[in-house]
């Protein structure tokens, strides 16, 4: 498994209030996997991380949004944590830097709240997803088919409920990042 993703670039689109473990434990097992991967955000040097309801570490941003494009990357991580998507989703160049990837058929992988983003992506219609509960109402309104799963892949899409998921979430990502594009992506945009 170590050299999967080797010459794979994955960005983990994040902001303050992201759940610590939503983003570290992905970019490591990409990382194991053999892929580089940035954290990108808005702006700043670092971006706060919260462990459930108590403040977390501060990470590093590597690059922010101003400074790449989604062509520089093969996939997509979008973190969890209430206040990151929150954030993010109303940030118009934080939402057209994941529409463009559904648009040229680029895996993505979203877990517990990080699915907020791909509604406001308008990227879920028909797609069957899975999130933190209280997203359900939210996706089912967006047009996507929300269950009740550890893992739910839908044509590159890897979506996933909570941090109890992340083993099976990373395990995930990496194979379907693996795969690379996925041409059933770009019917989303």
Request: include cysteine; charge should be negative; aromatic fraction near 6%.
């Amino acid at each position: 498994m170590a050299q999967e993703l080797k010459n794979r670039k994955v960005a983990i689109l994040a902001t303050d209030g992201f759940e610590q473990v939503e983003l570290t434990e992905p970019k490591q097992a990409l990382e194991k996997a053999g892929a580089q991967v940035h954290v990108v955000a808005p702006q700043g040097d670092s971006i706060q991380g919260w462990n459930h309801h108590d403040k977390g570490d501060k990470v590093a941003v590597d690059r922010t949004l101003d400074q790449v494009k989604p062509s520089d990357y093969d996939a997509l991580v979008l973190p969890g944590g209430v206040l990151n998507p929150d954030q993010l989703r109303t940030n118009k160049q934080a939402v057209q830097f994941v529409r463009a990837f559904f648009a040229d058929s680029k895996p993505v992988g979203a877990i517990c709240h990080g699915p907020w983003t791909l509604v406001e992506a308008d990227v879920v219609k028909g797609r069957k997803v899975t999130s933190w509960p209280s997203l359900r109402t939210d996706l089912s309104n967006a047009g996507a088919n929300w269950v009740d799963q550890e893992v739910v892949v839908d044509q590159g899409l890897v979506t996933s409920r909570n941090p109890d998921d992340l083993p099976a979430f990373n395990s995930k990502i990496v194979e379907e990042f693996c795969e690379g594009k996925h041409p059933a992506q770009a019917q989303a945009v």
